[in-house]
């Protein structure tokens, strides 16, 4: 550590609520899939804000479309009309199904803007008093009271008691459990197709079709969570459409407007109409900037084919670090993930956790997160290079050799 990191490091405790684990790092800026700290040291970003910056960071076309509307016209309210928000609506939809878009700040917001539309839409177009949303074990949906109590992590929930009713979780994977759990009061399932926070898990095709299924026989509507799987992360724009899912609603954050905060909710036409004027609203969602910045990120991700990208990269990668597994026997348990959404999870025995292991890569020069303890968590840029990643598996490998 250096003097400028320690100084920053101790202004932050002293002025900063204390809700972050930081990671011993203080960074000052960024360029396509690098960073840099305050000594000008360079990292590999193995992270990208937590498939934030899919783009990379700084991208040149995405910081011209934001000063641009920056100059022209930066917040007005969702009380007027505004051509970025529009074009971006119909360039999302345009991705998914017919539909429509409501536009928020979060991800959280975005889920807690999902699970109020699902129970007004029971009640006030299907006049059905249902109102439960169901989760699954491991899943992560946000940090609201109700996104918290949706989530199927107890380690959040820690404190925040008594959180609100109308919530019930299940078993992952267990399509019996949740038939059992389906009753004439359920509005609707909430789910991830692959659960980031919980592990970078994908879910078997047979088990969300199963669910789907489930839902179009009970009434119920289907929704996912795309908020770390979107944006092409996964080898399509949206990480339900590897499995031929059609649902009913979807959620949207993080890579959305490449670093600026903004989330989004996409919905069925039908489904849409459980929202009217007055009945669910924010302030600053869509606003112009974040929109113009948003829309630009769509224009390129389309122009530079970047779900064909991540697909082929992901396999790339993949195919690295089960080689770096072969040569490691019993260090890693196993290699998952769909598209540049990838975790490597270690075997639980190896000397000093996966804790140890994260933090020599770090040290290293490269960027990644730990998460359930033993998974490398890779959500790279999806402009990231073989190279890049062949240079990653080698560290990981010389890692790995040593403990």
Not at 77 to 102: K, M
Request: hydrophobic share 40%; net charge negative; with cysteine.
């Amino acid at each position: 550590m250096s003097e400028k990191f320690d100084e920053l490091k101790d202004r932050t405790s002293k002025s900063v609520m204390n809700t972050y684990g930081r990671y011993p790092l203080a960074l000052a800026r960024g360029k396509g899939c690098l960073l840099y700290d305050l000594d000008g040291r360079e990292y590999l970003d193995l992270l990208a804000g937590i498939a934030v910056t899919n783009l990379g960071h700084c991208h040149p076309e995405v910081t011209q479309a934001m000063c641009a509307q920056a100059s022209e016209l930066v917040h007005v309210s969702n009380l007027f009309y505004q051509e970025p928000q529009v074009a971006l609506a119909e360039a999302l939809i345009a991705t998914w199904r017919p539909g429509r878009a409501f536009f928020c700040n979060s991800g959280a917001e975005a889920n807690e803007g999902a699970i109020k539309l699902a129970r007004r839409y029971m009640r006030k177009v299907k006049n059905q008093d249902r109102y439960e949303i169901i989760t699954l074990t491991g899943s992560f949906h946000g940090r609201t009271l109700a996104t918290l109590t949706a989530t199927g992590q107890d380690k959040v929930k820690e404190g925040f008691d008594p959180l609100p009713q109308g919530f019930a979780t299940v078993e992952a994977g267990n399509l019996e459990a949740m038939r059992a759990a389906v009753t004439d009061k359920t509005a609707a399932v909430l789910l991830e197709a692959v659960q980031g926070e919980g592990g970078v898990k994908p879910f078997p095709a047979d088990y969300l079709k199963g669910v789907q299924a489930l839902c179009r026989e009970k009434g119920v509507l289907f929704m996912v969570d795309e908020i770390q799987t979107g944006m092409c992360r996964t080898g399509k724009w949206w990480a339900h459409q590897n499995y031929g899912l059609e649902p009913d609603v979807i959620t949207i954050a993080k890579g959305l407007a490449n670093g600026l905060p903004m989330g989004a909710v996409l919905a069925t036409e039908e489904v849409a109409g459980g929202f009217e004027p007055g009945s669910h609203a924010t302030t600053f969602g869509g606003g112009p900037v974040v929109a113009a910045a948003a829309c630009r990120v769509l224009e390129i991700m389309n122009r530079d084919r970047m779900p064909e990208r991540a697909a082929r990269m992901g396999d790339f990668a993949k195919a690295l670090f089960e080689d770096v597994s072969a040569d490691n026997p019993g260090k890693i348990a196993q290699v998952r993930g769909l598209g540049l959404m990838i975790g490597i999870d270690l075997a639980s025995d190896i000397p000093g956790g996966g804790q140890k292991v994260w933090e020599e890569l770090v040290k290293r020069g490269f960027i990644l997160n730990l998460t359930q303890g033993t998974v490398l968590r890779l959500l790279p840029p999806l402009t990231i290079e073989q190279e890049d990643l062949r240079r990653f598996a080698q560290a990981l490998g010389d890692v790995l050799s040593e403990q």
